[in-house]
């Protein structure tokens, strides 16, 4: 909740999903973040918060 309100004050949205680990056979949540043209991602259990895609064109 921590970051979802960090990030709505700096403008940005954070999103949660939960995703199917198909090698592991099981689900998990994933957090998403779209920042200028970057998207980062992180698990919320460890918070470390990494690069997805960069320079993504906007139009």
Do not use: N, R
Not at 9 to 32: K, M, N, P, Q, R
């Amino acid at each position: 909740m921590a970051i979802q309100q960090a990030a709505m004050e700096d403008g940005y949205l954070v999103s949660a999903c939960i995703s199917w680990g198909h090698a592991t056979g099981y689900s998990y949540v994933i957090c998403e973040a779209m920042v200028g043209t970057t998207v980062y991602y992180w698990f919320p259990q460890d918070g470390i918060v990494k690069i997805y895609m960069a320079d993504i064109p906007v139009d």
